[in-house]
């Protein structure tokens, strides 16, 4: 169904009638009713509910909705899992309506609603709302929609001890829930609600159940057995004491619990801290809540940015004493030279450094506001932060350098890739993957610039190209851009040059090679077009903390990705894999798609083979190139040399470059990380003098 988004709107689709599941994506809802409502993103939740009670027909007095919202969370690179958020206020509400701006990928807000009375009155369940008789546009018409259930289950229709369809934990312990799973969603509401935590305990007798407050020494418990000869797992409450004798938690409960651990040590991992949290309260905290518990104690310890910035030389220091890590300061000493304004700090640590050798040839730069894009940052940063990165042997970003810097002009890019070059990347023939930004272009073509070739990437050419002609003709500077063949590539140049000869004027001022991949000549860019610039930053993720707090942060993730790859990549050299997954997956596509037996095979001069189908492809497979362009782009065989493979009996995994093994892989990651001690043992950070940031200059 399309749905048409207007600006500032919100399509809010909101399902009942059905039961909230977990899949391997997280939460979704099966065999609901759904409906479509379109509010604005700045809507107060009162406004919403106003809008259900009326919408269903029902008295506010006497019922209640519950709304849980399906909310997204970054669980990999661009991979998304779904959580439940209770929308319980304006601000869990805001927070679902922000979601489709936050996530371009996601275009509705999806809510799953239950429904509560709150009198005895019995009603009729023959008087229910049927919401296609009054909506014009019925989205799904055939079912009954309607609350049917919910009103039947807690209307009292149904005898004592009633069964709570709604999920919905009262102090009458007369309850009944349809299983365990249904019962500790209860449970796990009504915790959230209470503002408490409510765990479930090991029992020793069979299909009884034992829930506590986590608080020693709380009163609170609520005990359920299985009913005896029930059907299909019914729960029933045996014995309940509603009351806690502890306190409520705030709503930072795990950040206040770490935050003498952090202080002592801001460095822990999430890992680590789990692990604590477990041994001290008794129970799994789920590494997202104790990620965020921490964000917010790092935010504490190094508050704005001036007092940021006093923490930064020994927090340097520190780094540089337990992990080698590489840095370049530049600040402008005062008149009194205890004082200095800051300027700009790169950093790179020496497990990067010794990974990049194992890298193809290939590093890509990019800049943004510290705190992401200016355009969703509600606080925008005055510092910009710099990134390089290469690629491992998996196609995945490997961090290499950063910079967080006052600004960015020529002469920043100038030191920042200069850096790169001296203190990163030991070896002559890089390619430079970048936007095609004025600076970055004078300082390449510098002479003494140490770079071999310079690409650019397609986005930031087409981005170029909007803002001189508009978006009407953008899709052919993309599709001249991918094509992998000059005659394709000249196809669409031509067809640019008939519609709009001063937009095709205006391209070829930029060298084809630095943004067709049809003459990329020598594969420099391995296929790679454009920056993905949400898996760049990843290490980043979104943390809208002072600097320090920031290089806290990513050292974790930056730890946390080396651990992972170099553990995986092991497991994988164990297995007797030799190639990486994304490389055996494109070769198993091939051979699942194509069928090798119907290309004709026609010996040619030298060691040339032609290789036809409908069209006719030259193929060498030494040299590593076929006319259809993908060999020498991608460096593994593209179709026609695997159907050519086939026929001469070769193994095609000959030619994949040597780029792409897990044995790369493995040892680009193989520098771990090292712990780093408590606060009270990092060094002073000698001949640093006290750094200001720039706005208070004035003040000395
Ligand atoms: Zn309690
Ligand atoms: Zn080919």
């Given at each position: 169904m399309a749905i048409e988004t207007s600006r500032g709107k919100v399509i809010v689709l909101c399902h009942w009638d059905g039961c909230i599941k977990y899949g391997p994506d997280g939460v979704y809802y099966e065999g609901s009713t759904s409906e479509y409502f379109r509010v604005k993103q700045k809507t107060e939740l009162n406004r919403l509910l106003d809008g259900l009670y009326k919408r269903f027909g029902l008295d506010k007095e006497k019922s209640k909705f519950v709304i849980w919202g399906k909310f997204p969370v970054l669980v990999q690179q661009s991979k998304l899992k779904y959580l439940l958020l209770p929308v319980v206020d304006d601000s869990s509400f805001a927070a679902m309506l922000d979601i489709p701006s936050n996530h371009p990928s996601i275009t509705n807000v999806e809510l799953f609603l239950e429904f509560k009375t709150t009198s005895d009155d019995v009603l009729d369940p023959n008087s229910c709302p049927n919401p296609s008789k009054r909506q014009r546009t019925d989205p799904n018409p055939s079912s009954e929609g309607c609350l049917k259930k919910a009103l039947t289950f807690s209307s009292?229709?149904?005898?004592?001890?009633?069964?709570s369809s709604s999920l919905w934990l009262d102090d009458d312990h007369d309850m009944r829930f349809k299983d365990i799973d249904e019962l500790k969603k209860a449970v796990d509401w009504y915790s959230m609600r209470a503002r408490r935590k409510c765990v479930a305990r090991e029992t020793e007798k069979k299909d009884t159940y034992r829930f506590e407050c986590v608080r020693t020494r709380c009163n609170w418990s609520l005990h359920a057995a299985r009913v005896e000869g029930g059907q299909y797992g019914l729960v029933e409450i045996t014995?309940?004491?509603?009351?806690?004798t502890c306190s409520p938690v705030k709503s930072d409960f795990v950040a206040d619990e770490i935050e003498g651990l952090v202080r002592l040590n801001p460095t822990l991992s999430v890992q680590e801290l789990k692990k604590w949290w477990k041994e001290k309260l008794g129970y799994e905290l789920q590494a997202s809540a104790i990620r965020e518990g921490k964000l917010e104690v790092i935010k504490r310890v190094y508050g704005d940015e001036e007092q940021s910035l006093r923490a930064l030389p020994k927090l340097i220091s520190v780094l540089q004493s337990s992990n080698e890590m590489v840095m370049d300061w530049r600040y402008e000493v005062f008149p009194n030279p205890n004082f200095a304004s800051f300027s700009s700090l790169f950093w790179t640590f020496s497990q990067s450094v010794k990974g990049f050798q194992h890298c193809r040839p290939l590093v890509v730069v990019d800049t943004r506001d510290l705190y992401g894009n200016d355009d969703v940052s509600p606080r925008c940063s005055q510092f910009k932060l710099m990134i390089a990165s290469g690629f491992d042997a998996a196609n995945r970003y490997f961090p290499l350098a950063f910079a967080v810097t006052r600004e960015v002009s020529v002469e920043t890019w100038r030191w920042f890739l200069s850096r790169i070059r001296e203190e990163v990347t030991q070896r002559e023939g890089l390619c430079l993957i970048s936007s095609p930004d004025k600076d970055i272009v004078t300082v390449v073509n510098e002479p003494g610039s140490q770079w071999k070739e310079h690409r650019f990437c397609l986005k930031g050419v087409c981005s170029q190209f909007c803002d001189v002609f508009g978006d009407e003709l953008v899709r052919l500077v993309k599709k001249a851009g991918y094509s992998s063949q000059e005659r394709e590539f000249d196809f669409y140049m031509n067809d640019m040059k008939e519609k709009r000869p001063e937009a095709w004027k205006w391209l070829n001022k930029?060298?084809?090679?630095?943004?067709?991949l049809a003459h990329d000549n020598g594969g420099f860019r391995y296929g790679v077009m454009e920056i993905d610039t949400k898996a760049l930053y990843a290490v980043f993720r979104?943390?809208?903390?002072a600097m320090s707090g920031v290089l806290v942060l990513m050292f974790d993730e930056l730890r946390e990705a080396f651990d992972e790859s170099f553990t995986c990549s092991g497991e994988s050299l164990n297995r007797g894999d030799v190639y990486t997954k994304p490389v055996m997956e494109k070769l198993e596509e091939f051979l699942r798609d194509?069928?090798?037996?119907a290309y004709v095979i026609t010996p040619l001069e030298g060691d040339a083979f032609e290789v036809s189908r409908n069209k006719k492809w030259i193929v060498k497979l030494n040299e590593s190139i076929c006319t259809c362009g993908k060999f020498q782009g991608d460096k593994f065989p593209c179709v026609h040399a695997l159907a050519l493979c086939e026929k001469l009996r070769?193994?095609?995994?000959?030619?994949?470059?040597?780029?792409?093994?897990l044995e790369r892989y493995h040892k680009t990651y193989s520098a771990g990380f090292s712990p780093v001690p408590e606060v009270s043992a990092w060094p002073e950070a000698s001949g640093v003098p006290t750094l200001l940031t720039p706005k208070v200059e004035g003040k000395i």
């Open positions: 009292g229709v149904v005898s004592k001890p009633c069964l014995k309940y004491n509603a009351t806690h930029i060298h084809p090679h630095q943004w067709a979104d943390f809208r903390v194509y069928d090798a037996a070769i193994n095609p995994l000959k030619y994949v470059d040597e780029c792409y093994t």
